[in-house]
T-cell receptor, first 114, second 114 residues
C-alpha cells in the first residue's frame, strides 16, 4: 500500500462553482501528479509537482490550478467547474532518482458537474 | 504522432490463450518503462517494470526493444481474471524538472472468455 488517499471520492457540483480535490500521501515522495481519465482519451496529465511549491502544467491544465504547500498534500482546484470537467481524477505519486520510479495511484475522485 | 501508442483492442481471447500487447514510444530519451493494469472503475496498478534484458513474473513477460522503440507484454495461459485494461507507461529522461514527466498509452482492453 503506497499510502495515498484522495478526497472526496465522489462529488456532484453545479456549473460555475469552485471545487478542490485533495491528494494526501504518507510516503514522502517528491513527485505528485493529477490526471483525468475519460473514455477515448486515456489518462491525461493536468498538473504535476516536483517539490513543495514547485509545480508545472500538463497537457490539459486550462481551468485547473494546483498547490503544494507541504510534501504530503497536492491540491487540485477547478476555479469554476464546467460540464466538460466531469471526469474521474487520479492522483499519482512517484519517488525521484534513487528512490525508484514506481508510480502509485490513488483510488480516484469521481466528479460530476451538472 | 502520439508520444506513446498502444493498440486499444479490444482483444478477446479464450482461457488458456497466449496474448501479446505492444506499446511504441517516439522519444529515444525514454528511460523507464512499466506495464499497469486497470480494472473497471479502479485505479491503475503496477503490473511490472520493464527492464532492458526483459523480465518475467509468472505468466507475464515484459520486453524492451530500444532499437525499434517499443515494449511488449506477453500473457501466457490467460485467466478470466486477466480481463482488464493494460496501460504502458514511459518516463522520459529530459532532465531537470522535466524528469517528472510520465506518459501513458491509451490502454489495451483484454477480455478473457471461458
Amino acid at each position: 500500500d503506497a499510502g495515498i488517499t484522495q478526497s472526496p471520492r465522489h462529488k456532484v457540483t453545479e456549473t460555475g462553482t469552485p471545487v478542490t480535490l485533495r491528494c494526501h500521501q504518507t510516503e514522502n515522495h517528491r513527485y505528485m501528479y493529477w490526471y483525468r481519465q475519460d473514455p477515448g482519451h486515456g489518462l491525461r496529465l493536468i498538473h504535476y509537482s516536483y517539490g513543495v511549491k514547485d509545480t508545472d502544467k500538463g497537457e490539459v491544465s486550462d481551468g485547473y490550478s494546483v498547490s503544494r504547500s507541504k510534501t504530503e498534500d497536492f491540491l487540485l482546484t477547478l476555479e469554476s467547474a464546467t460540464s466538460s470537467q466531469t471526469s474521474v481524477y487520479f492522483c499519482a505519486i512517484r519517488g525521484g532518482q534513487g528512490r525508484g520510479n514506481t508510480i502509485y495511484f490513488g483510488e480516484g475522485s469521481w466528479l460530476t458537474v451538472v | 504522432r502520439k508520444e506513446v501508442e498502444q493498440d486499444p483492442g479490444p482483444f478477446n481471447v479464450p482461457e488458456g490463450a497466449t496474448v501479446a500487447f505492444n506499446c511504441t514510444y517516439s522519444n529515444s530519451a525514454s528511460q523507464s518503462f512499466f506495464w499497469y493494469r486497470q480494472d473497471c472503475r479502479k485505479e491503475p496498478k503496477l503490473l511490472m517494470s520493464v527492464y532492458s534484458s526483459g523480465n518475467e513474473d509468472g505468466r507475464f513477460t515484459a520486453q524492451l526493444n530500444r532499437a525499434s522503440q517499443y515494449i511488449s507484454l506477453l500473457i501466457r495461459d490467460s485467466k478470466l481474471s486477466d480481463s482488464a485494461t493494460y496501460l504502458c507507461v514511459v518516463i522520459f529522461n529530459a532532465g531537470g524538472t522535466s524528469y517528472g514527466k510520465l506518459t501513458f498509452g491509451q490502454g489495451t482492453i483484454l477480455t478473457v472468455h471461458p
